[in-house]
């Protein structure tokens, strides 16, 4: 049997208590909370399920070693020493990419040159033959993190961010991160028993999560590739097994879906996007004006939406977030309605009351996650009842 090992795997702020939770359900051992991280235990299998099966992590690294460092020359001595055959052959390609938090080093672009020459150094002297680094397909990508004196050397399992799922083929200006979307959805507490919307879908991210959420589809089925498969002890037909085990957890979704957008070139691109993630038979996308759009029936709807912020489009924020409170009120009772914003100020003109406001970063933007309850009557009635 393989042995468990330690991994991390890193998300965004205000994520780290879903994705301990999402660890905890795929069956990861040993999990532990930090900041924009997570750490667990698992074999090389529970690896391949954590890269396909988690919609909140960005990156899942295995740490190899770690050592305390004090000057460079402890970096590089440490780095050199380290038994990189079992990782890499003499004539094999490298990246390194460095987080350093500590007075003793500023630039992280001088650590990963370090380690690079440690590398190529131990090969060149042991082999006479020496590795290259290859910064978009490399053999093995390393991650040097340095926090004040310790420093932890992990392989990157990932490659690029896991919220590059691999099926967008067309986005719209600043689209929405797919990690934030699916974080935001599951923050809200949706879980595919109601009917969903987003009232402002651009190329329809939030949407194709949700689907993906409410069918229990792994999010990572479509990527082309994971660093993991160029390592030396990559095992296909192992991957090939986890990946037919997630896929056969997969659920029927009994709900609409559905996606609004006032820009005809969004409602292309949506529809372009959902439909090579084979989601059409879940979400339809419609060109319509949110602001002059009402519920159909007396169903419980639940609504996420991103609306643009000032940073993506020249518009009014006052009247635009004021047109927000006034729609939801008016024409959308008996809704959840969640949205993200980093104009904390526009909120206070949504003249609504949020039931929870939940901090989050959108890059590099402080935000908030917002939840305003649209009672069927008014709210008096509701306790009443």
């Known amino acids: 049997m393989e042995e468990n090992f330690k991994m991390v795997a890193k998300t965004l702020f205000g994520f780290e208590e879903i994705l301990a939770k999402e660890l905890l359900q795929l069956g990861a051992q040993k999990i532990e909370k930090g900041v924009r991280s997570v750490s667990f235990y698992g074999d090389k299998g529970f690896m391949y399920k954590a890269n396909l099966g988690l919609r909140t992590a960005i990156k899942i690294l295995k740490p190899i070693h770690a050592f305390s460092v004090h000057n460079e020359n402890d970096l590089y001595n440490a780095i050199y020493k380290m038994p990189w055959e079992n990782y890499l052959s003499p004539k094999g390609t490298l990246a390194i990419d460095a987080t350093v938090h500590s007075p003793l080093f500023k630039h992280s672009l001088f650590i990963a040159q370090k380690t690079k020459d440690a590398i190529v150094d131990k090969f060149r002297n042991t082999t006479g033959q020496r590795p290259n680094v290859d910064l978009k397909f490399p053999d093995i990508k390393i991650n040097i993190h340095i926090d004040r004196h310790q420093c932890t050397v992990s392989l990157d399992a990932s490659g690029e961010s896991l919220h590059k799922r691999g099926y967008k083929t067309a986005t719209n200006i600043a689209p929405i991160n797919e990690v934030l979307a699916a974080g935001m959805i599951l923050l809200s507490g949706w879980d ?6 987003d009232p402002m879908c651009g190329s329809g991210t939030i949407l194709i999560e949700a689907a993906m959420i409410a069918c229990n ?12 498969e160029r390592w030396q002890d990559w095992d296909v037909d192992l991957f090939e097994k986890i990946e037919a085990s997630l896929l056969n957890k997969t659920r029927d979704f009994h709900y609409k879906i559905t996606g609004y957008d006032k820009a005809p070139s969004a ?4 529809r372009e996007n959902i439909k090579y993630a084979r989601l059409e038979d879940f979400v339809h996308v419609q060109h319509e004006d949110f602001f002059k759009t009402r519920k159909g029936g007396h169903q419980k709807l639940h609504m996420v939406f991103n609306p643009p912020y000032g940073e993506r489009l020249n518009i009014d924020m006052q009247d635009f977030y004021k047109n ?6 008016q024409n959308y009772p008996g809704t959840d309605a969640w949205f993200i914003t980093s104009n904390l100020d526009a909120l206070k003109h949504v003249g609504l009351r949020p039931s929870r406001k939940i901090q989050l970063y959108n890059a590099k933007l402080e935000a908030r996650l917002v939840k305003y309850v649209m009672y069927e009557g008014s709210k008096k009635q509701k306790y009443m009842k």
């Open 267 to 270: 409602i292309a691109k949506a």
């Open 324 to 329: 927000i409170g006034d729609t939801l009120k």
């Open 217 to 228: 589809i792994p999010p990572n089925l479509m990527r082309k590739e994971f660093a993991f």
């Open 192 to 197: 595919g028993q109601c009917d969903f919307m």
